[in-house]
Protein backbone atom coordinates (compact mmCIF):
# COMPACT_ATOMS: atom_id res chain seq x y z
CA UNK A 1 0.00 0.00 0.00
CA UNK A 2 2.91 2.43 0.78
CA UNK A 3 4.43 2.01 -2.31
CA UNK A 4 1.96 3.73 -4.38
CA UNK A 5 2.84 6.76 -2.51
CA UNK A 6 6.85 6.75 -3.28
CA UNK A 7 8.45 8.62 -5.55
CA UNK A 8 8.43 6.64 -9.05
CA UNK A 9 11.27 9.19 -10.75
CA UNK A 10 14.43 8.51 -9.20
CA UNK A 11 15.48 12.58 -9.63
CA UNK A 12 12.17 12.67 -6.90
CA UNK A 13 13.60 9.88 -4.75
CA UNK A 14 17.07 11.63 -4.68
CA UNK A 15 15.05 14.80 -3.52
CA UNK A 16 13.20 13.31 -1.07
CA UNK A 17 16.03 11.36 0.91
CA UNK A 18 18.11 14.82 1.35
CA UNK A 19 14.80 16.51 1.98
CA UNK A 20 14.20 14.24 4.96
CA UNK A 21 17.69 14.58 6.27
CA UNK A 22 16.91 18.43 5.66
CA UNK A 23 13.50 18.54 7.21
CA UNK A 24 15.22 16.92 10.31
CA UNK A 25 17.93 18.77 10.81
CA UNK A 26 15.75 22.00 10.19
CA UNK A 27 13.42 20.95 12.68
CA UNK A 28 15.96 20.19 15.49
CA UNK A 29 16.72 23.98 15.72
CA UNK A 30 12.97 25.15 15.29
CA UNK A 31 11.73 22.37 17.91
CA UNK A 32 14.31 23.75 20.46
CA UNK A 33 13.86 27.49 19.67
CA UNK A 34 11.32 28.00 22.20
CA UNK A 35 13.34 26.86 25.12
CA UNK A 36 16.04 28.95 23.27
CA UNK A 37 14.30 32.14 23.14
CA UNK A 38 13.84 31.77 26.97
CA UNK A 39 17.42 30.88 27.64
CA UNK A 40 18.94 33.27 25.47
CA UNK A 41 17.74 36.97 25.28
CA UNK A 42 17.64 38.74 21.62
CA UNK A 43 20.62 40.33 22.20
CA UNK A 44 22.20 37.29 22.66
CA UNK A 45 20.39 36.05 19.79
CA UNK A 46 21.44 39.42 17.54
CA UNK A 47 25.19 39.02 18.38
CA UNK A 48 25.26 35.18 17.30
CA UNK A 49 23.19 36.99 14.15
CA UNK A 50 26.10 39.22 13.45
CA UNK A 51 28.94 36.65 13.88
CA UNK A 52 26.62 34.57 11.22
CA UNK A 53 26.49 36.77 8.96
CA UNK A 54 30.02 37.71 8.93
CA UNK A 55 31.15 34.06 8.74
CA UNK A 56 28.67 33.70 5.94
CA UNK A 57 30.10 36.40 4.01
CA UNK A 58 33.82 35.47 4.24
CA UNK A 59 33.34 31.74 4.21
CA UNK A 60 32.08 32.64 0.35
CA UNK A 61 35.90 33.35 -0.22
CA UNK A 62 37.10 30.19 1.42
CA UNK A 63 37.08 27.92 -1.52
CA UNK A 64 37.45 30.56 -4.72
CA UNK A 65 34.32 28.73 -5.30
CA UNK A 66 36.32 26.04 -7.23
CA UNK A 67 34.16 23.63 -5.15
CA UNK A 68 31.36 24.18 -7.50
CA UNK A 69 33.57 23.01 -10.29
CA UNK A 70 33.31 19.40 -8.79
CA UNK A 71 30.09 18.64 -10.07
CA UNK A 72 31.42 19.31 -13.78
CA UNK A 73 34.25 17.02 -14.95
CA UNK A 74 33.80 13.44 -16.75
CA UNK A 75 35.72 11.87 -14.45
CA UNK A 76 36.51 11.40 -11.03
CA UNK A 77 40.12 11.52 -11.33
CA UNK A 78 39.93 15.23 -12.38
CA UNK A 79 37.36 16.35 -9.75
CA UNK A 80 39.52 14.70 -6.92
CA UNK A 81 42.18 17.32 -8.03
CA UNK A 82 39.45 20.15 -8.07
CA UNK A 83 38.54 18.99 -4.11
CA UNK A 84 42.66 18.99 -3.27
CA UNK A 85 43.03 22.92 -5.10
CA UNK A 86 39.71 23.68 -2.64
CA UNK A 87 41.11 22.42 0.03
CA UNK A 88 44.39 24.67 -0.34
CA UNK A 89 42.34 27.75 -1.20
CA UNK A 90 41.08 27.57 2.16
CA UNK A 91 43.61 26.54 4.33
CA UNK A 92 45.52 29.96 2.56
CA UNK A 93 42.96 31.99 3.02
CA UNK A 94 42.02 30.72 6.57
CA UNK A 95 45.17 32.10 7.08
CA UNK A 96 45.23 35.27 5.57
CA UNK A 97 42.04 36.22 7.22
CA UNK A 98 43.58 35.14 10.74
CA UNK A 99 46.44 37.76 9.84
CA UNK A 100 44.42 40.44 8.82
CA UNK A 101 42.33 40.17 12.12
CA UNK A 102 45.03 39.92 14.57
CA UNK A 103 46.66 43.45 12.51
CA UNK A 104 43.48 45.17 12.26
CA UNK A 105 41.17 43.54 14.98
CA UNK A 106 40.19 47.40 16.42
CA UNK A 107 39.57 49.14 13.00
CA UNK A 108 37.09 45.85 12.30
CA UNK A 109 35.06 46.02 15.59
CA UNK A 110 34.79 49.97 14.43
CA UNK A 111 33.02 49.03 11.16
CA UNK A 112 30.78 46.62 12.11
CA UNK A 113 29.69 48.59 14.73
CA UNK A 114 28.74 45.59 17.59
CA UNK A 115 31.64 45.62 20.19
CA UNK A 116 30.04 42.60 21.43
CA UNK A 117 31.53 40.81 18.57
CA UNK A 118 34.58 41.72 19.11
CA UNK A 119 36.53 38.88 20.96
CA UNK A 120 34.59 36.10 18.71
CA UNK A 121 36.68 37.89 15.31
CA UNK A 122 39.42 35.99 16.63
CA UNK A 123 37.30 32.49 16.02
CA UNK A 124 35.93 32.97 12.72
CA UNK A 125 39.30 31.92 10.44
CA UNK A 126 38.20 28.32 12.09
CA UNK A 127 34.93 28.71 10.93
CA UNK A 128 36.00 29.54 7.68
CA UNK A 129 38.04 26.52 7.40
CA UNK A 130 35.48 24.04 8.45
CA UNK A 131 33.20 25.15 6.05
CA UNK A 132 35.86 25.31 3.50
CA UNK A 133 36.38 21.92 4.17
CA UNK A 134 32.97 20.76 4.40
CA UNK A 135 31.59 22.33 0.86
CA UNK A 136 33.91 20.55 -1.00
CA UNK A 137 33.21 17.36 0.44
CA UNK A 138 29.89 18.03 0.25
CA UNK A 139 30.05 18.61 -3.54
CA UNK A 140 32.02 15.33 -4.16
CA UNK A 141 29.54 13.45 -2.45
CA UNK A 142 26.90 15.03 -4.86
CA UNK A 143 29.02 14.54 -7.73
CA UNK A 144 28.88 10.90 -6.65
CA UNK A 145 24.98 10.42 -5.83
CA UNK A 146 25.68 9.40 -2.12
CA UNK A 147 22.76 11.74 -1.09
CA UNK A 148 21.78 9.73 2.35
CA UNK A 149 25.39 10.59 3.53
CA UNK A 150 24.96 14.16 2.85
CA UNK A 151 21.30 13.91 4.91
CA UNK A 152 23.26 12.49 7.74
CA UNK A 153 25.71 15.01 8.08
CA UNK A 154 23.26 17.44 8.00
CA UNK A 155 21.18 15.97 10.69
CA UNK A 156 23.98 15.33 13.14
CA UNK A 157 25.07 19.15 12.09
CA UNK A 158 21.76 19.80 13.84
CA UNK A 159 21.74 17.55 16.36
CA UNK A 160 24.48 18.44 17.87
CA UNK A 161 24.59 22.18 17.50
CA UNK A 162 21.34 21.98 19.28
CA UNK A 163 22.65 19.77 21.64
CA UNK A 164 25.32 22.30 22.41
CA UNK A 165 23.31 25.31 22.84
CA UNK A 166 20.83 23.89 25.18
CA UNK A 167 23.59 22.48 27.36
CA UNK A 168 25.90 26.14 27.54
CA UNK A 169 22.28 27.95 27.98
CA UNK A 170 22.04 25.67 30.93
CA UNK A 171 25.40 26.33 32.18
CA UNK A 172 24.34 30.41 31.82
CA UNK A 173 26.87 30.38 29.49
CA UNK A 174 24.22 32.87 27.42
CA UNK A 175 26.95 35.35 25.69
CA UNK A 176 28.88 32.33 23.88
CA UNK A 177 26.68 29.24 23.93
CA UNK A 178 25.05 29.85 20.77
CA UNK A 179 28.52 30.61 18.82
CA UNK A 180 30.27 27.39 20.64
CA UNK A 181 27.38 25.31 19.69
CA UNK A 182 27.70 26.57 15.65
CA UNK A 183 31.31 25.37 15.83
CA UNK A 184 30.24 21.70 17.25
CA UNK A 185 27.88 21.40 14.64
CA UNK A 186 30.24 22.17 11.98
CA UNK A 187 32.61 20.30 13.30
CA UNK A 188 30.96 17.19 13.61
CA UNK A 189 29.13 17.29 10.38
CA UNK A 190 32.81 18.10 8.59
CA UNK A 191 33.82 14.87 10.54
CA UNK A 192 31.00 12.76 9.45
CA UNK A 193 32.47 13.33 5.54
CA UNK A 194 35.69 12.71 6.58
CA UNK A 195 35.34 9.63 7.78
CA UNK A 196 33.29 8.53 4.85
CA UNK A 197 35.81 9.59 2.40
CA UNK A 198 38.98 8.26 4.30
CA UNK A 199 37.09 5.02 4.43
CA UNK A 200 35.60 4.42 0.60
CA UNK A 201 36.93 7.63 -1.21
CA UNK A 202 40.99 7.91 -0.20
CA UNK A 203 41.72 5.91 -3.43
CA UNK A 204 41.66 8.60 -5.45
CA UNK A 205 43.97 11.01 -3.40
CA UNK A 206 46.91 9.20 -5.45
CA UNK A 207 45.28 11.00 -8.54
CA UNK A 208 46.31 14.42 -7.29
CA UNK A 209 49.09 16.08 -8.99
CA UNK A 210 50.33 19.44 -8.94
CA UNK A 211 50.62 19.84 -12.61
CA UNK A 212 46.86 18.76 -13.18
CA UNK A 213 45.54 21.00 -9.99
CA UNK A 214 47.26 24.62 -11.76
CA UNK A 215 45.07 23.35 -15.41
CA UNK A 216 42.26 23.10 -13.37
CA UNK A 217 42.96 26.38 -11.45
CA UNK A 218 42.86 28.01 -14.98
CA UNK A 219 40.43 26.01 -16.21
CA UNK A 220 38.03 26.61 -14.08
CA UNK A 221 39.17 30.76 -13.32
CA UNK A 222 35.56 32.04 -14.28
CA UNK A 223 34.45 30.49 -10.56
CA UNK A 224 36.71 32.86 -8.77
CA UNK A 225 36.36 35.55 -11.51
CA UNK A 226 32.75 35.97 -11.65
CA UNK A 227 30.78 33.64 -9.42
CA UNK A 228 32.74 34.30 -6.45
CA UNK A 229 31.88 38.11 -6.23
CA UNK A 230 28.07 36.75 -7.59
CA UNK A 231 28.04 34.68 -4.39
CA UNK A 232 29.88 37.08 -2.00
CA UNK A 233 27.43 39.81 -3.23
CA UNK A 234 24.20 37.27 -3.08
CA UNK A 235 25.40 36.69 0.30
CA UNK A 236 25.68 40.18 1.08
CA UNK A 237 22.58 40.95 -0.08
CA UNK A 238 20.89 38.28 2.32
CA UNK A 239 22.92 39.76 5.07
CA UNK A 240 22.56 43.55 4.75
CA UNK A 241 19.50 43.79 7.26
CA UNK A 242 21.33 42.10 10.08
CA UNK A 243 24.71 44.22 9.18
CA UNK A 244 22.74 47.78 8.64
CA UNK A 245 20.02 46.91 11.64
CA UNK A 246 23.13 46.32 13.96
CA UNK A 247 24.96 49.06 12.86
CA UNK A 248 22.24 51.95 13.16
CA UNK A 249 19.96 50.35 15.49
CA UNK A 250 20.63 47.55 17.83
CA UNK A 251 21.41 44.10 18.69
CA UNK A 252 17.64 43.32 19.63
CA UNK A 253 16.40 44.42 16.80
CA UNK A 254 18.78 42.13 14.57
CA UNK A 255 17.69 39.22 17.52
CA UNK A 256 14.00 39.03 16.42
CA UNK A 257 15.27 39.88 12.88
CA UNK A 258 17.14 36.59 13.32
CA UNK A 259 14.10 34.68 15.24
CA UNK A 260 11.90 35.40 11.79
CA UNK A 261 14.39 33.63 9.69
CA UNK A 262 14.79 31.19 11.80
CA UNK A 263 10.71 30.76 11.86
CA UNK A 264 10.25 31.19 8.17
CA UNK A 265 13.77 30.65 6.25
CA UNK A 266 14.26 27.15 8.36
CA UNK A 267 11.49 25.22 7.14
CA UNK A 268 11.71 27.02 3.70
CA UNK A 269 15.26 25.53 3.78
CA UNK A 270 14.25 22.10 4.04
CA UNK A 271 13.03 21.47 0.11
CA UNK A 272 15.50 24.55 -1.00
CA UNK A 273 18.69 22.93 0.12
CA UNK A 274 17.52 19.46 -0.66
CA UNK A 275 15.67 20.11 -4.07
CA UNK A 276 18.50 22.64 -5.35
CA UNK A 277 21.37 20.25 -5.38
CA UNK A 278 19.60 17.67 -6.96
CA UNK A 279 18.12 19.83 -9.67
CA UNK A 280 21.91 21.12 -10.33
CA UNK A 281 22.86 17.29 -10.96
CA UNK A 282 19.74 16.42 -12.96
CA UNK A 283 19.95 19.41 -14.97
CA UNK A 284 23.73 19.28 -15.67
CA UNK A 285 22.77 16.16 -16.51
CA UNK A 286 20.26 16.67 -19.13
CA UNK A 287 22.67 19.02 -20.47
CA UNK A 288 25.54 16.23 -20.99
CA UNK A 289 22.92 14.17 -22.64
CA UNK A 290 21.24 17.11 -24.81
CA UNK A 291 17.64 16.42 -23.98
CA UNK A 292 15.09 18.77 -23.16
CA UNK A 293 16.24 20.58 -19.74
CA UNK A 294 13.87 23.56 -20.91
CA UNK A 295 10.71 21.57 -20.34
CA UNK A 296 12.01 20.70 -16.90
CA UNK A 297 13.00 23.85 -15.48
CA UNK A 298 9.62 25.43 -16.49
CA UNK A 299 7.55 22.49 -15.14
CA UNK A 300 9.74 23.16 -12.19
CA UNK A 301 9.34 26.63 -11.71
CA UNK A 302 5.56 26.96 -12.26
CA UNK A 303 4.90 23.17 -9.76
CA UNK A 304 6.75 25.47 -6.75
CA UNK A 305 5.33 28.72 -7.72
CA UNK A 306 1.78 27.09 -7.45
CA UNK A 307 2.58 24.46 -4.66
CA UNK A 308 4.06 27.18 -2.18
CA UNK A 309 1.31 29.81 -2.78
CA UNK A 310 -1.03 28.66 -0.54
CA UNK A 311 1.37 27.59 2.30
CA UNK A 312 2.88 30.99 2.55
CA UNK A 313 -0.55 32.95 1.89
CA UNK A 314 -1.50 31.36 5.05
CA UNK A 315 1.35 31.92 7.04
CA UNK A 316 1.32 35.69 6.33
CA UNK A 317 -2.34 35.75 8.26
CA UNK A 318 -0.85 33.78 11.11
CA UNK A 319 2.59 34.36 12.22
CA UNK A 320 2.20 37.05 14.49
CA UNK A 321 -0.15 35.05 16.76
CA UNK A 322 2.10 31.71 15.99
CA UNK A 323 5.38 33.75 16.93
CA UNK A 324 3.60 35.18 20.54
CA UNK A 325 1.87 31.84 21.76
CA UNK A 326 5.40 30.04 21.01
CA UNK A 327 8.14 32.08 21.74
CA UNK A 328 6.34 34.49 24.60
CA UNK A 329 5.15 37.99 23.96
CA UNK A 330 8.31 39.82 24.06
CA UNK A 331 9.44 38.45 20.73
CA UNK A 332 6.05 39.88 18.94
CA UNK A 333 8.01 42.19 16.65
CA UNK A 334 9.85 38.82 15.45
CA UNK A 335 6.35 37.64 14.15
CA UNK A 336 5.74 40.96 12.27
CA UNK A 337 9.50 40.73 11.05
CA UNK A 338 8.16 37.59 9.37
CA UNK A 339 5.24 38.83 7.99
CA UNK A 340 6.90 41.43 6.62
CA UNK A 341 9.59 39.34 4.45
CA UNK A 342 6.92 36.63 3.29
CA UNK A 343 6.48 38.16 -0.02
CA UNK A 344 10.11 38.20 -0.72
CA UNK A 345 11.03 34.85 0.49
CA UNK A 346 8.24 33.25 -1.39
CA UNK A 347 10.26 34.37 -4.64
CA UNK A 348 13.38 33.58 -3.20
CA UNK A 349 11.99 30.06 -2.00
CA UNK A 350 11.81 29.24 -5.89
CA UNK A 351 14.19 31.26 -7.18
CA UNK A 352 16.85 29.32 -4.97
CA UNK A 353 16.11 26.02 -5.96
CA UNK A 354 17.03 26.84 -9.95
CA UNK A 355 20.06 28.94 -9.09
CA UNK A 356 22.33 26.88 -10.51
CA UNK A 357 21.29 27.90 -14.43
CA UNK A 358 23.70 30.38 -15.00
CA UNK A 359 26.59 27.99 -13.77
CA UNK A 360 25.68 25.39 -15.65
CA UNK A 361 25.02 27.68 -19.06
CA UNK A 362 28.04 29.68 -18.32
CA UNK A 363 26.22 32.96 -17.82
CA UNK A 364 28.09 33.85 -14.38
CA UNK A 365 28.72 37.45 -15.97
CA UNK A 366 24.99 38.63 -16.45
CA UNK A 367 24.28 37.11 -13.41
CA UNK A 368 27.12 39.06 -11.50
CA UNK A 369 25.37 41.99 -12.95
CA UNK A 370 22.18 41.14 -11.79
CA UNK A 371 23.46 40.58 -8.45
CA UNK A 372 24.99 44.34 -8.24
CA UNK A 373 21.88 45.52 -8.88
CA UNK A 374 20.24 43.39 -6.54
CA UNK A 375 22.68 44.61 -3.65
CA UNK A 376 22.70 48.27 -4.64
CA UNK A 377 18.33 48.13 -4.44
CA UNK A 378 18.78 46.36 -0.92
CA UNK A 379 21.29 48.70 0.19
CA UNK A 380 19.09 51.65 -0.72
CA UNK A 381 16.10 50.32 0.72
CA UNK A 382 17.57 49.55 3.89
CA UNK A 383 19.58 52.83 4.08
CA UNK A 384 16.19 54.60 3.94
CA UNK A 385 15.01 52.92 6.74
CA UNK A 386 18.11 54.05 8.65
CA UNK A 387 17.69 57.88 7.44
CA UNK A 388 14.36 57.84 9.11
CA UNK A 389 14.92 55.41 12.19
CA UNK A 390 12.46 52.95 10.96
CA UNK A 391 13.31 49.55 11.14
CA UNK A 392 9.92 48.83 9.46
CA UNK A 393 10.32 50.73 7.12
CA UNK A 394 13.42 49.21 6.03
CA UNK A 395 12.28 45.99 5.81
CA UNK A 396 9.39 46.58 3.65
CA UNK A 397 11.17 48.59 0.52
CA UNK A 398 14.01 45.53 1.44
CA UNK A 399 11.38 42.72 0.84
CA UNK A 400 9.85 44.67 -1.84
CA UNK A 401 13.02 45.53 -3.69
CA UNK A 402 14.10 41.99 -3.52
CA UNK A 403 10.83 40.36 -5.10
CA UNK A 404 11.07 42.36 -7.90
CA UNK A 405 14.54 40.90 -8.65
CA UNK A 406 13.57 37.27 -8.09
CA UNK A 407 10.86 37.76 -10.38
CA UNK A 408 13.11 38.99 -13.28
CA UNK A 409 15.95 36.77 -12.76
CA UNK A 410 13.10 33.40 -13.05
CA UNK A 411 12.52 34.62 -16.27
CA UNK A 412 15.87 35.41 -17.57
CA UNK A 413 16.49 31.63 -16.29
CA UNK A 414 14.13 30.47 -18.73
CA UNK A 415 15.57 32.73 -21.50
CA UNK A 416 18.75 31.13 -20.76
CA UNK A 417 18.18 27.65 -21.53
CA UNK A 418 15.58 27.93 -24.22
CA UNK A 419 18.21 29.68 -26.07
CA UNK A 420 20.72 27.01 -25.26
CA UNK A 421 18.68 24.33 -26.63
CA UNK A 422 17.55 25.74 -29.92
CA UNK A 423 20.97 26.82 -30.86
Avoid at 77 to 99: G, Y
Avoid at 115 to 139: A, C, D, H, K, T
Wanted: charge should be positive; include cysteine.
Amino acid sequence: MLNKFKPKSKFSRNVLMLMTGTTIAQAVPIAISPILTRMYTPEDFGIFAIYMSLSSILAIFATGRYELAVMLPKNKKEAMNIVALSFFITIIISICLFMVILLFHNELVLLIGTPEVSNWLYVMPLSIMLVGFYQSLNYWNNRNKKYKLMAKSKIYQSISTGSANISFGLLLFSKSGLIIGQLIGQFVALLILGKNFVKNDSKYLKNINRIKIYVLLKKYRDFPKINMPHAFLNTLSSNLPILIIGKFFDSASVGFYSLANLIIVGPMGIITSAYSQVFMQQVSELKHNKTNEISFLKTTIVKLLLYAFPIFFTVFFFIEDIVTIVFGDKWLIAGTYSMILIPMLYFRFVGSIVSSIPIIYNQQGKALFLEILNVLLRFISLWIGALNNDVFLALVLFSISSSIITIYRLNWYVGIVMRETND
